[in-house]
């Protein structure tokens, strides 16, 4: 399973960003998929995932400010980040599950600043 994330950038504290991760390949089998974040100097977290059929876990954090949501026809997942704050600036990685075996995509940048 490939995965291609997309829709970091820069956004000042109270906006909006949305990032996009496409899978590829094998998705056969594919059932998790989410979003994890690493700040510099800390360890990679938990933001957001969603299973094949809809149930979804959110990180503290993340809770009432970010949505995830899912195409299962398509295999891509999203995630919708509003309200943003100078904390939430970190790298996000894209991240499935496909049986036993977890893939990565290669991560993209989020810094919220004024």
């Known amino acids: 399973v490939q995965l291609q994330a997309s829709g970091g950038g820069l956004v000042q504290p109270g906006g909006s960003l949305r990032l996009s991760c496409a899978a590829s390949g094998s998705t056969i089998g594919v059932n998790v998929m989410g979003w994890y974040r690493q700040a510099p100097g800390k360890q990679r977290e938990l933001v957001a995932d969603i299973t094949r059929g809809g149930s979804t876990i959110y990180a503290d954090s993340a809770k009432g400010r970010f949505t995830i949501s899912r195409d299962n026809a398509k295999n891509t997942v999203a995630l919708q980040m509003n309200t943003l704050k100078p904390e939430d600036t970190a790298v996000y990685y894209c991240?499935?599950?496909?049986?036993?075996?977890?893939?990565w995509g290669q991560g993209t940048q989020v810094t919220v600043s004024s």
């Open positions: 991240h499935a599950t496909r049986w036993s075996a977890e893939y």
